[in-house]
Structure formats: C-alpha cells, structure tokens
C-alpha cells in the first residue's frame, strides 16, 4: 500500500497564493504518475495537473500561467504552487499518484479562495 499525505491547504483571499505537498509513503514508494485532482461542490472531480517520473507536465487549460506542479523524486513529494487564486478554485484538492500500477488517492485538502 501507498499512502498520500497531502499539506498546505487553508484559507487564502483572491489574487493569493498556496502551495500545496503530497507526499507518498508506504510499501511502495517511487511512483511513475502523480497528479493533483480536485473537486467543487456539485461538480465532478477534475484532473488540475499531472507530472510524470520525468518531470514532463500537463495542466488544465483553467489554471495554466497560474499554477505549476512539480516533484522532488528523492522525497517522492508532489507540489502545486498555486498563484492567482480565483474564487472559482475553491474546492477539495486531491492528491493522486501511480505506483506499480496501482492507483492512490489522498484524503484531499479544502482550498478556499475568498473574493
């Protein structure tokens, strides 16, 4: 099993930024795929970004120029600096990742932007 531990959530005012961490521990711990999904109250869960073993990245149109995602392979840590937040973005931000191919999930973090 592996377990996704995510930080950096909170509160934050419109045009603010965030960085959020997840961290992935366990049986296994080097994974090929991570991502950060999120979901808004009635909405569907939606992928944010995506960043391979690599460091090759893909985003969503809504947050590309705003938001970056990166990894630290030795800690085998997942990051999204999120700038420019926008009311819109309030949601639950999930950690996910790949391993063995096998899929994670974590237990998501509240991110509320305030206008």
């Known amino acids: 099993q592996v377990q996704l531990v995510e930080s950096g959530g909170g509160l934050v005012q419109a045009g603010g930024s965030l960085r959020l961490s997840c961290a992935a521990s366990?049986?296994?711990?080097?994974?090929?795929?991570m991502a950060w999904h999120r979901q808004a109250p009635g909405k569907q869960r939606e992928l944010v970004a995506r960043?391979?073993?690599?460091?090759?990245?893909n985003y969503a149109d809504s947050v590309k120029g705003r938001f970056t995602i990166s990894r630290d392979n030795a800690k085998n840590t997942m990051y999204l600096q999120m700038n420019s937040l926008k009311p819109e973005n309030t949601a639950v931000y999930y950690c996910?990742?790949?391993?063995?191919?096998?899929?994670?999930w974590g237990q998501g973090t509240q991110v509320t932007v305030s206008s």
């Open positions: 996910f990742a790949i391993a063995a191919g096998r899929q994670y």
């Open positions: 366990g049986s296994i711990t080097s994974t090929n795929t």
């Open positions: 960043i391979y073993y690599d460091g090759t990245t």
